[in-house]
């Protein structure tokens, strides 16, 4: 896809991956809407880049809905949708207190799952009426799972089951959207410096990154972001989940 003055729309863009996803699609010439429950954050990155800043609580169908909307007013409909908002989470299924709350994997689902699918279907349908590029592409959707989807570790039960929820809906989606000329892709996340996985990991040192086969660090958020764009100009990418994390295996 040409992402030259394409719309674009990235939620999660107030922090880490979703914000340097932001600023590479604005670098690459796209009008970029960026989305995220920090109001003050996402201004900041709107601001940085020149692009559309729309607070809103993903997990709140009404308020996607309307998120959409501002940025279809101002940018037109979106040719690209980069999901990156997630929530990490990591506590045991029973712990000192008793069985985890069950309203705690609920809000989980709501804003890692169910936000996922709920933007695949609005901005699919936002697509679906786009003229076909010259290639007949219409739009590309990329959601973010994790590797914790395949490999989650104990305490991450919750966590990997809603970002699983994310790696199955994949392919469905893709063949199912593939014959109006949208793409869907997921990127699988190993572990990147944020404040998602600092959320997660209370334990973060040296000996975790040294785990990762190579490089022996943290992923950048630029990685990331590269990886996106990559897969915006490559149309044969459809229909999967592309691991990021350096051969990390949990
Ligand atoms: N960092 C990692 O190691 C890692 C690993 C695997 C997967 N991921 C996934 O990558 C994605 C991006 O995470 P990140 O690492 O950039 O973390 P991050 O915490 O820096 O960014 C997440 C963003 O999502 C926003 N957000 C959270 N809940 C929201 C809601 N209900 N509505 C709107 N915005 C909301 C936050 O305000 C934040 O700006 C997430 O889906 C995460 O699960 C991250």
Known sequence: MDIWECSAVVTGAASGLGAETARYLAEAGAKVTVIDIDGVGVQKIADEIGGLAVHCDVADSLSLEHALATARQAHGAARVLVHCVGRGHSAPIVGPNGPMPLEDFRQLVEVNLISTFNMMRLAAA??????PMENGERGVI????SVSAYEGQSGEAAYSGSKGGVVS??????RELGPLGIRVVGIAPGLFGTQTLFNMEKNLDSRIANQIPFPHRFGDA????????????NVMINGTVLRLDGGYHR
């Not at 936002?126 to 003229?131: G, H, Y």
């Not at 809906?169 to 893709?174: F, Q, R, V």
């Open 126 to 131: 936002d697509m679906a009426q786009l003229d």
């Open 169 to 174: 809906m994949i392919l469905p989606a893709a």
């Open 142 to 145: 990329l959601s973010t799972a």
């Open 222 to 233: 630029a990685e990331f972001a590269m990886l996106v764009i990559h897969v915006l100009k």
